[in-house]
């Protein structure tokens, strides 16, 4: 079997996951069984500096550290895709990539997950949450100012380890993480995006490729799923309009019925306690992906002007 493409993902087991279902779509596309799927389409797993991350990573660089050692693998040739959690890359991106294709998007809800409680607001006073999401951590001090925010990193089993340690009383995680691990059992309760909206990208995943790789690109072209294309295209457009990074807490989430699209927009202090929101509808046109960066990047800048001096912006060495 010969080899056609090498697949490059982090090594975390949700990264893993995400992997293997490009891998599967990509065998399945060019007819061969599932024992071949290794040969044509191998696996090269890295370790990122934001894996290996203990802090914040708004104090260490932002979320440009889970793909920076993939970025710098796929530019060199070692592998010709990379597979990333949309809502980790970073909206500027080198010109000499670009996403081929963005695969149907799981659930955006965030869930929530405690031992102790059955919601998030019957956490008793002064409970304890763990994240490490400062877009979490300002939604939730904006419904719950009295609850305790404690750092909590680490991937999926090693958060709900630390949980069941005791370390928090509660925590969110991604649902479309938890549904992809099979592991939707832990979940305690999922939040509507009315009462918390998820960070832009939330539950898509992406495919990245050398730009002049036209093999790779007709390769996964088909793969993209043009519906949760646009909604993304809409929501990195409002994150690059306000120079969004893991530094700043920042919401979005684009829906499309038909060639109507909706998205709700939210900024706020660290703090939780001043919140800059948006709601607007429009009607997309036959550049459907050129409506959808408009319109967030129109919304972005909205929020921009009405937030002022409320919330700093453009922070140094921002991603």
Known sequence: MQQVLTIGSRGSPLAMVQARQVQALLGQRAG???????????????????????GRLALSGGKGLFVKELDEALADGRIDL??????????????VFDLAAILPREDTRDA???????SFL?????????????????????????????LL???????LAKLKAGDCDATFL???GLNRLGQTDVITHLIDTADMLPAPAQGAVGIQIRRADTKARDLIAPLDDRATDICITAERAL????????????????TLTGQTMRLR?????????????????????????????????????DIRFEAGGSIQWDLPNAV
Do not use: W
């Open 153 to 159: 990193r680490g991937n999926v089993g090693t958060r």
């Open 122 to 150: 019957s956490l008793p006073h002064g409970a304890t949450l763990g994240t490490a999401s400062l877009r979490r951590q300002a939604q939730a001090a904006r419904l719950r100012p009295d609850l305790k925010i404690k």
């Open 239 to 254: 994150l690059k309009s306000l120079d969004g990074s893991c530094r700043t807490p920042i919401a979005a989430l684009a």
């Open 174 to 176: 991604a649902s479309a």
């Open 82 to 95: 990379a597979v990333h959690s949309m809502k980790d890359v970073p909206t500027h991106m080198p010109d």
């Open 112 to 118: 929530f997950i405690s031992l102790t409680a059955k």
């Open 265 to 301: 927009a939210q900024a706020l202090t660290p703090d939780g306690q001043i919140s800059f929101d948006r709601d607007e509808t429009i009607l997309l046109g036959p550049d459907a992906k050129g409506d959808a960066y408009a319109l967030g990047y129109s919304l972005g800048m």
């Open 32 to 54: 061969l069984a599932k024992a071949d799927y290794d040969a044509a389409f191998p696996i090269s797993v890295f370790k990122t500096t934001g894996d290996v991350l203990t």
